[in-house]
C-alpha cells in the first residue's frame, strides 16, 4: 500500500502562484507514472497533469497549459506542481495519484492505483 501526503495548497488572488507538492511512501517510487487531478465543486473529477516515470512524457489539460508546470524528484519520492497565473477557475481541490509501472501518462481516473487525500486551491478575483 502507498500513501500520498499532499501539501501547498492555500488561498491566493487572480494571477498568483501555488506549488503543491505529493510525496509518495515507496522505495519503487520511480516505477509509478504520476499525476495531478481537482475537483471542483459540483463537478466532476478532472486531470490536470502527469508525468511519466522518468518524466520523458509529460502532458497537461488544454486550459493549463503554459500556466502550471508537473515535474518530479525521484531522489525524494515527490511530484510537484508548479501553478502560476492562477484563475479563480482554478479553484478545486486537487489531487495527486499514483500509476504502477506505468509507461505513458493516463488522463484516466481509472488507471491510477493510488490517490492521496487532496488539498484544498482558491483562487479569489
Known amino acids: 500500500q502507498v500513501q500520498l501526503v499532499t501539501s501547498g495548497g492555500g488561498k491566493v488572488q487572480a494571477g498568483g502562484s501555488l506549488r503543491l507538492s505529493c510525496v509518495a511512501s515507496t522505495r519503487t517510487f520511480s516505477t509509478y507514472a504520476m499525476a495531478w487531478f481537482r475537483q471542483a465543486p459540483g463537478k466532476e473529477r478532472e486531470f490536470v497533469a502527469g508525468i511519466s516515470r522518468n518524466a520523458y512524457n509529460i502532458g497537461y489539460i488544454n486550459s493549463v497549459k503554459g500556466r502550471f508546470t508537473i515535474s518530479r524528484d525521484n531522489a525524494k519520492n515527490t511530484v510537484y506542481l508548479q501553478m502560476n497565473r492562477l484563475k479563480p477557475e482554478d479553484t478545486a481541490v486537487y489531487l495527486c495519484?499514483?500509476?504502477?509501472?506505468?509507461?505513458?501518462?493516463?488522463?484516466?481516473?481509472?488507471?491510477?492505483?493510488?490517490w492521496g487525500q487532496g488539498t484544498q486551491v482558491t483562487v479569489s478575483s
Open positions: 495519484a499514483a500509476d504502477y509501472g506505468a509507461t505513458i501518462v493516463s488522463p484516466a481516473e481509472d488507471d491510477y492505483d493510488y
